[in-house]
């Protein structure tokens, strides 16, 4: 099955990445409004830019790093112009240095490169998605919640080490609840030492320092230290029951605790794992629910015409009593009803409730 990586130019000239397995057909929706969010207000759209994968995994991680791009190096991308898209990629402190120091890229022009050439033209990559280290877990039922506490924050890759009831195990299906293509990648260590073997940063969550001196930061500042890269990062999560060992936080450099109640610290797995992941994907163009517009405020007539239909049905039901206080009982309704801002709509609803009450819409 093909997998693809696309670009399109919106009306306002603004660019959105995202991947599919059915190119035509995906365009076709953007186009259309059948997808809610970014391109929906931004219509129409033009497909500018695409290549094709032969997985999912791949493509996603192409559009995540797309998304990161400056517009400069998407447009570098999208004309095939490999010297720009390489210039783009040096970051601004590099390209300084260079300049003080008279360095330049002549004689020393990189090859051209392959149709899709992210990590070839970058000189310095995106950083990549952190990976997900289970150690020792005890059930696969919480193995397959950690997957879709991932998946619904865009990481794909889970890496397990010794699980106490071996894998692959059937449980861990139904309770992933559709993140199957991240239990079906997840790889299988038998120590901790070889699953982050090619990170370079490796963070261990934990409650407790166990003993070990070792920086200690928040699930966000691990988060902007992971973005910041490079190199591939490892978040370490111990055993449901007893959480990390002190050999396995000894392997990491840095520890993240995450803010809890002193009095009540106990997070399950799947839990710890969203609070991470959430924090990391802050930093990534994930969709989001799509924006609607509130409805302006109604004309001021309109809400007169409501709070006099109130006022006289309350005057027949003999509800202003005792006669002294009926200015300051319809002051405080009149204030209650004006604080929402009710639109137009919301004002003829109300008075269709209001003659409901009132009788004028008794059943014939």
Not at 287 to 298: K, N
Request: with cysteine; aromatic share 6%.
């Amino acid at each position: 099955m093909t997998f693809w990586t696309y670009i399109l130019r919106c009306a306002d000239g603004s660019y959105y990445a995202g991947h599919t397995d059915n190119l035509e057909q995906r365009i076709g929706q953007h186009d259309s409004g059948q997808i809610e969010g970014y391109t929906q207000r931004r219509r129409p759209v033009t497909l500018v830019w695409s290549q094709d994968f032969p997985s999912r995994i791949e493509a996603l991680e192409a559009e995540r790093r797309i998304k990161g791009w400056t517009r400069a190096k998407k447009e570098a991308l999208i004309a095939g112009d490999w010297d720009a898209l390489h210039e783009a990629a040096i970051p601004p402190s590099e390209r300084a240095l260079r300049l003080r120091s008279g360095r330049t890229e002549e004689g020393n022009e990189p090859a051209s490169p392959s149709p899709f050439v992210l990590s070839e033209v970058e000189a310095q990559p995106d950083a990549p998605p952190p990976i997900i280290v289970l150690v020792r877990p005890q059930l696969a039922e919480n193995i397959g919640k950690a997957a879709r506490a991932m998946l619904n924050f865009g990481l794909t890759e889970m890496r397990l080490v010794s699980p106490r009831d071996g894998w692959p195990n059937p449980a861990a299906g139904p309770a992933s609840s559709g993140a199957d293509r991240v239990l079906a990648d997840a790889q299988l260590f038998d120590s901790v030492a070889d699953a982050v073997a090619d990170c370079a940063h490796v963070y261990a969550t934990t409650v407790r320092k166990r003993g070990v001196t070792k920086p200690v930061v928040t699930p966000e500042q691990a988060a902007r230290a992971i973005h910041a890269g490079p190199g591939r990062s490892a978040l370490l999560f111990g055993p449901e029951r007893s959480g990390l060992e002190t050999d396995d936080v000894a392997l990491a450099r840095t520890i993240v605790t995450v803010p809890i109640n002193p009095e009540f610290g106990s997070l399950n797995l799947a839990q710890a794992v969203i609070l991470l992941a959430y924090e990391w994907s802050k930093g990534e163009s994930l969709a989001s629910p799509p924006e609607v517009e509130i409805d302006p405020p109604a004309p001021h007539e309109e809400l007169e015409g409501m709070i006099g239909q109130l006022d006289a049905m309350l005057e027949r039901a003999n509800y202003y009593f005792p006669p002294d206080r009926v200015p300051a009982n319809r002051r405080t309704l009149r204030t209650l009803l004006t604080k929402p801002g009710w639109s137009s709509q919301e004002v003829r609803t109300m008075r269709g409730v209001l003659s409901a009450l009132d009788g004028a819409k008794k059943p014939k």
